[in-house]
């Protein structure tokens, strides 16, 4: 079992930026793949951004595609989704997620076996 905590979501203004973190316990984070997906309410939640175990391997939506950054630190047991230059559409509630899974880019929410909480991420204009 992972237990995963995300963190650092808010309020920030339109060209703001935003730091997530996702803090992995009861097993070590590097043996999974890693992503960050959004919800906003009555739509699917959407896969954001992706990195293999490594983090030698990372995938964007295109609709963050040069805006996001995502991260890892094995030794801290963290990943982490940097978000610059935030539009109101990037509002969505937050979340990241483990898989034990060969990593494929942007692979759907149905592979990944852990999931955290959740974090609110709001953009005014």
């Known amino acids: 079992q992972v237990q995963l905590v995300e963190s650092g979501g808010g309020l920030v203004q339109a060209g703001g930026s935003l730091r997530l973190s996702c803090a992995a316990s009861?097993?070590?984070?590097?043996?999974?793949?890693v992503g960050w997906f959004r919800q906003t309410p009555g739509k699917e939640r959407e896969s954001v951004a992706d990195?293999?175990?490594?983090?030698?391997?990372?995938y964007y939506a295109d609709s963050v595609k040069g805006r996001f950054t995502i991260s890892r630190d094995n030794a801290k047991n963290t990943a982490y989704l940097q978000m610059n230059s935030l539009k109101p559409e990037d509002t969505a509630v937050y979340y990241c997620?483990?898989?034990?899974?060969?990593?494929?880019?942007?692979?759907?929410?149905?592979?990944?076996?852990?999931w955290g909480q959740g974090t609110q991420v709001t953009v005014s204009s």
């Open positions: 997620a483990a898989g034990a899974l060969a990593y494929r880019s942007g692979s759907p929410a149905s592979r990944y076996d852990y």
């Open positions: 009861g097993r070590t984070l590097s043996r999974y793949v």
């Open positions: 990195i293999n175990w490594s983090g030698g391997s990372t």
